[in-house]
């Protein structure tokens, strides 16, 4: 099942921009109150590659991230999706053309069901019709149920799809996160800090899902982590930044030796 895309038949993409990067961001910066959150940032997001986003805290990661989702409006530069520049759109309006995420520290409703909460993931998909209204027409309900079932499975949420999210593990709570972006049919997923405060288990467990969404849903990723080992395992390519500018990019294995990098995360070459 891993190269099936359960909604493929659901996307519209120009033909024009399939022969582009995914995504481009070119001398992206942005500062406030005259500290600079970000200098000069480029790089592209391939289809169905995940990209993964490394740098000490405070180095800017989600701050690029609240860039890219429209949340910040940079003060320079460009963020190229699918062939348009999401620099002219809000954050609704970014999520549905196809870029969903999760955050760092969760933002999910705790006293809602785990089912409730992934089909607010769906809330922008949702065709209105009032005539099916009327006659209480509940196909394109079904539909969607239909769609955040298969997350469940896949997530393997079954055990809690009715519980309230408020009293599932954190480790449960951070899949239920990751499902509800899920939902929204990305075609790019933003996952900042998708491991973090999980055992050592938990994990392998997640990383484990993050490759299969790449691989089933046709995704492309781009990952903030900061276990390095789990990021440089997962990632096709990387990009370091500190203090808000670029320190590496490139293979993992060749950014897990840059100097920079290193020095950076241990304060020495």
């Not at 049919?185 to 790449?214: C, N, W």
Request: proline fraction near 4%; charge should be neutral; charged fraction near 25%.
């Amino acid at each position: 099942m891993a190269d099936i895309c359960p909604w493929n038949h659901l996307r519209f993409i120009n033909p024009i921009s399939k022969i582009m990067a995914l995504l481009e961001v070119s001398g992206l910066s942005i500062n406030f109150g005259g500290i600079q959150a970000l200098t000069d940032i480029a790089f592209t997001v391939e289809r169905e590659e995940i990209l993964g986003l490394i740098g000490p805290n405070g180095s800017g990661k989600t701050t690029l991230f609240n860039c890219i989702s429209g949340v910040y409006t940079p003060d320079k530069g460009d963020i190229m999706f699918a062939g348009e520049n999401l620099r002219r759109f809000s954050p609704d309006t970014i999520a549905c053309k196809g870029v969903a995420r999760t955050f760092q520290n969760l933002r999910l409703f705790l006293n809602m069901t785990v089912l409730d909460n992934l089909l607010l993931g769906r809330h922008i998909k949702f065709a209105k019709n009032p005539f099916h209204a009327l006659l209480r027409i509940r196909s394109e309900e079904l539909r969607h149920r239909r769609i955040v079932e298969e997350i469940i499975e896949f997530l393997d949420l079954q055990p809690f799809r009715q519980n309230r999210v408020a009293d599932c593990p954190y480790g449960v709570q951070k899949r239920i996160e990751m499902g509800r972006a899920l939902a929204m049919e990305p075609l790019l997923l933003l996952l900042d800090e998708p491991i973090a405060g999980l055992t050592a288990e938990e994990k392998q467990e997640t990383a484990y899902y993050i490759t299969e969404i790449r691989g089933r849903y046709k995704t492309a990723i781009l990952l903030v982590e900061h276990d390095l080992r789990i990021a440089f395992k997962l990632a096709d390519r990387m990009i370091a930044l500190n203090y808000g500018s670029e320190i590496a990019q490139g293979d993992p294995k060749e950014v897990q030796q840059t100097p920079a990098v290193i020095k950076a995360y241990l304060g020495e070459e």
